[in-house]
């Protein structure tokens, strides 16, 4: 899973999420009375966001005009964050990671990650 870009990273969690049943009852649970979540990630390769809606995750393509989350940094950053290799902490500590937003979902998204990886 290390050679994995960001996006390719996303679209294996999603898919993962979107056929755990705790996943799903985790994304429900996270979008609540809203109509959905949307976090940006934005690196030197790629731009994508994720729409989480309706116990489902998507991977789209592009800027979303106004996102809950953004996360900012290198594809190498952002992999190994998401991967467990780097900290968050860390990350933003030493500037590699910027994150811009209602950061608190971010803690969601790794819960959600941290399942669906554990169920497999």
């Given at each position: 899973?290390?050679?994995?870009?960001?996006?390719?990273?996303?679209?294996?969690?999603?898919?993962?999420?979107?056929?755990?049943?705790e996943g799903k009852r985790i994304m429900k649970e996270w979008v609540g009375p809203y109509d959905g979540k949307i976090i940006q990630f934005e690196t030197d390769t790629e731009k994508f966001y994720l729409v989480v809606r309706d116990g489902k995750m998507k991977v789209r393509d592009g800027e979303y005009p106004s996102p809950d989350l953004?996360?900012?940094?290198?594809?190498?950053v952002i992999s190994e964050v998401f991967t467990g290799k780097?900290?968050?902490?860390?990350?933003?500590?030493?500037?590699?990671?910027?994150?811009?937003g209602a950061g608190h979902e971010g803690f969601i998204l790794g819960r959600l990650i941290t399942t669906v990886f554990l169920e497999a």
């Open positions: 899973m290390s050679s994995l870009s960001p996006k390719k990273l996303f679209k294996e969690i999603a898919e993962k999420a979107n056929s755990s049943s953004t996360f900012r940094g290198s594809s190498q780097k900290s968050v902490g860390d990350a933003m500590k030493s500037w590699d990671l910027l994150l811009m």
